[in-house]
Structures are given as C-alpha cells and as structure tokens.
Nanobody
Framework: EVQLVESGGGLVQAGGSLRLSCVAS????????IGWFRQTPGKEREGVSC????????AYASSVKGRFTISIDNAKNTVYLQMNNLKPEDTAVYYC?????????????????WGQGIQVTVSS
C-alpha cells in the first residue's frame, strides 16, 4: 500500500503562485504514473497534470498548460505541482494519485492510491 500526503495549499490572490507537494510512502516501483487531479463541488474530478516514469513524460490539462509544472524528486519520494498565474477558476481540492505499473498517464479510474486532498482557493 502506498500512502500519499499533500501539502502546500491555501489562499492566494489571482495572479499569485503556490507549490503543492505530495510525499509518497514509497516510490520503489518499476513503472508508474503519478498525477494531480482537482475537484470542485458538483463537478467531476478533473485531471490537471501527470508524470509517467517510463519515459519521464508529462501531460497537462489545456486549462493549466503554460501555468502549471509537475516535477518529481525521487530522492525525496515527492512530486510537486508548481502553480503560477493562478486564476479563480483554479479553486478546488487538489489530489495526488499514483497508478502503479502504468507506462503512460491514464484516466483517473486507473489510479490505485490517492491522497486526502488539499484546498486551493484563488481570490479575485
């Protein structure tokens, strides 16, 4: 079992930045994808960004491309989501999740383990 713990959320004004961190209890997998997702009340969970270990590729939702950056520090078992130029529509609960054994980023239903989520609020 993998435990994921997010941190770094909070309240920020539009145009500001936040960096989310997600610490995993272990990263000793051959292949995996690790992703960030977000959800607001009444809406489906949305994929924000994803990192695939097989080729170290990244993927982003069109709504965040150019503003968010996913990165990983294997030595610290940590994945980051740097969020710049935040907008009020980025307000959501953000989750990190891992898809074990995957060689590419897939839909959220394939992800095996999830963090508890962390609130990000962007004021206008």
């Amino acid at each position: 079992e993998v435990q994921l713990v997010e941190s770094g959320g909070g309240l920020v004004q539009a145009g500001g930045s936040l960096r989310l961190s997600c610490v995993a209890s272990t990263f000793t997998f051959d292949d995996y994808a690790i992703g960030w997702f977000r959800q607001t009340p009444g809406k489906e969970r949305e994929g924000v960004s994803c990192f695939s270990s097989s080729d170290r590729s990244t993927a982003y939702a069109s709504s965040v491309k150019g503003r968010f950056t996913i990165s990983i520090d294997n030595a610290k078992n940590t994945v980051y989501l740097q969020m710049n130029n935040l907008k009020p529509e980025d307000t959501a609960v953000y989750y990190c999740a891992v898809d074990l054994g995957s060689v590419r980023c897939r839909q959220s239903t394939y992800f095996d383990y999830w963090g508890q989520g962390i609130q990000v609020t962007v004021s206008s």
